[in-house]
């Protein structure tokens, strides 16, 4: 198993079995022993076992069980439905706009888990 398939199993895990603890709490544990490291988050179809997942790419793209728990560690005030704009392919003028606006922030969300947990700095 892959590093970012471990830590993305073991956060889930241990958010289904403390559904109230802090999702940074959460993110701790799961990263354990894993500071550091340059985890691949590929997604899985938990049906076929296959890679991608057939909804989304990457654990990390908004919309994904993980990606909201790193929402709500990083990010608490951001909208989760905001995060729905980075799917659309829209020529809308202000959507664009909001589309922008939502992938910088989710870019933040992302660097700032990397930098909690050291990732990707090899």
């Known amino acids: 198993m892959s590093i970012g398939r471990s830590i993305v199993e073991t956060a889930l895990k241990l958010q289904t079995a403390y559904p109230r603890a802090p999702a940074l709490e959460i993110l701790d544990q799961a990263l354990e022993g894993h500071r550091g490291s340059s985890p691949d988050f590929e997604s899985i179809d938990p049906v076929?076992?296959?890679?991608?997942?057939?909804?989304?790419?990457?654990?990390?793209?908004?919309?994904?069980p993980f990606a909201d728990l790193?929402?709500?560690?990083?990010?608490?005030?951001?909208?989760p439905r905001e995060m729905?704009?980075?799917?659309?392919?829209?020529?809308?003028?202000?959507l664009c706009s909001r589309r922008s606006k939502a992938a910088d922030a989710w870019q933040e969300v992302i660097e700032k888990f990397a930098t909690r947990y050291d990732l990707w700095t090899l």
Do not use: C, E, N, Q
């Open 48 to 64: 076929t076992g296959r890679r991608p997942h057939p909804a989304y790419h990457d654990d990390t793209d908004p919309g994904t």
């Open 70 to 79: 790193l929402r709500r560690a990083f990010a608490p005030m951001l909208d």
């Open 84 to 94: 729905l704009l980075l799917s659309m392919d829209t020529a809308d003028v202000a």
